[in-house]
């Protein structure tokens, strides 16, 4: 592999030769990535071209079909998943809203789900709601300190009514990177299933969600340079026994059944998109176009997850180095995505306002994770200062941030 080629990555993003964004460094990527091209190329393409009711025969439409199908399938094929394992929802959250109203006619009551409180609320409030149906809900709990998920304790909450636990692969403040495949693989050898939250995780490469083992592995497009999408593989062991959501004629097609809704056409072909995006980054750093597409996405995650962690080191040194402040979760740039939340004497959202003028474009608050907060003993209304950033950050916007926090902290 060659050397980490930024600016051929940054070429693939409208948003870095657009006047308007000039100077501006974006630090708010966990909140929502840009789009890269293909992914606008292809929306554009679809309201253009293609924007006709799908899978009728005329051309039109016979395209939008296919390429409706081809984001499904591409992207199932890099996640290291059959076609019709993955589907596309309006968000994460409405996907979790869904599934847990699946496995609400599925369970008993006296059966358990197993919840954390490093999670967004996406992936804990629509199962904690499945306590009024009788179903118990235990809650794995953080460190109050360090924010970290310690899997001792998980294994001391499993018991014989446990029948799900519901965790993320990273928390959107605490920024650890949780052992997701030696926790789904011991719950299911002991026939349990899993659904984690990969939205935090994924726009740091895309995960073979085989080798995780995870059951349910659920992430969101518009945080992955795609469109605002929710994607959800489930696999086939489990969706066979979740009651379908869809129309009652549709219960037959796997990828029908968890999205009741219908689909967003335009934006579900536009997912295909992320595919070319990471075919593309592939083709520009690695000279072997028979790789397959698991292969392929792979060691994309790998290179972004490099350089990522390159840029990572200075931040985190940085503010390591500083008395005024409370970093959340690890030192270790290995161990965590740079997604980095901090405390401080003021609140997130000052912060961040006070970082706007220097060209910074990060975010305050409590982004949805209150519950993990709170376990940290932070006031959400007081909230952190979140810095994110990706693959497609520079050094200079890093340098950029460093000299912007000197003048605000
Ligand atoms: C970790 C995490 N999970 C879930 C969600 C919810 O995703 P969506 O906006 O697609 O519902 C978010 C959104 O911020 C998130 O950061």
Not at 113 to 119: E, F, G, N, R, S
Not at 169 to 184: K, Q, R, T, Y
Request: hydrophobic share 45%; charged share 20%; aromatic share 8%.
């Amino acid at each position: 592999m060659t050397r980490f080629n930024l600016d051929g990555v940054r070429a693939h993003f409208p948003a870095f030769s657009e006047p308007a964004l000039q100077g501006q460094a974006f630090f708010e990527n966990a909140g929502g990535s840009y789009a890269c091209a293909p992914v606008i190329d292809r929306l554009t393409r679809f309201y253009r071209q293609r924007k006709v009711q799908p899978c009728a025969p005329y051309a039109a439409s016979q395209l939008a079909c296919a390429e409706m199908a081809e984001a499904r399938s591409r992207l199932a094929a890099m996640l290291g998943v059959e076609t019709d394992e993955l589907s596309f929802g309006p968000s994460t959250t409405n996907n979790t809203y869904v599934l847990a109203q699946a496995f609400g006619e599925l369970l008993e009551p006296g059966d358990t789900i197993i919840v954390t409180d490093q999670d967004h609320e996406a992936n804990s409030g629509p199962w904690r709601r499945l306590a009024a149906r009788g179903i118990g809900i235990r809650e794995w709990q953080m460190d109050p300190v360090t924010g970290h998920l310690d899997t001792e304790q998980l294994w001391a909450l499993l018991d014989d009514t446990v029948r799900l636990v519901c965790f993320p692969h990273c928390s959107n403040v605490v920024g650890e990177i949780n052992p997701v495949a030696d926790i789904c693989t011991r719950l299911r050898a002991a026939g349990i299933w899993s659904c984690v939250d990969g939205v935090s995780a994924a726009p740091h490469g895309l995960p073979d969600v085989d080798a995780l083992c995870a059951d349910i592995y659920l992430f969101s497009a518009y945080k992955t340079y795609g469109p605002h999408q929710g994607l959800m593989v489930i696999r086939h062991a489990l969706a066979s026994r979740l009651p379908n959501q869809g129309h009652a004629f549709n219960a037959a097609v796997p990828w029908k059944r968890f999205t009741p809704a219908g689909p967003d056409h335009a934006q579900v072909a536009a997912c295909a998109g992320m595919a070319d995006y990471i075919d593309a980054l592939h083709a520009l750093h690695v000279d072997d176009s028979a790789a397959s597409a698991k292969t392929r996405a792979q060691r994309v995650h790998d290179l972004m997850r490099d350089h990522e962690s390159a840029l990572l080191q200075p931040l985190l040194d940085a503010l390591r180095g500083r008395d005024d402040l409370r970093l959340l979760g690890p030192a270790d740039p290995a161990r965590r995505v740079p997604t980095v939340a901090l405390v401080h004497a003021r609140p997130g959202l000052d912060l961040a306002t006070a970082l706007a003028p220097f060209g910074i474009m990060a975010g305050g608050g409590s982004f949805y994770a209150d519950r993990a907060l709170q376990r940290l003993g932070i006031d959400p209304q007081h909230g952190v200062l979140r810095l994110s950033f990706v693959h497609y950050t520079s050094p200079t916007e890093i340098d950029q941030l460093l000299a912007a926090l000197d003048q605000v902290l």
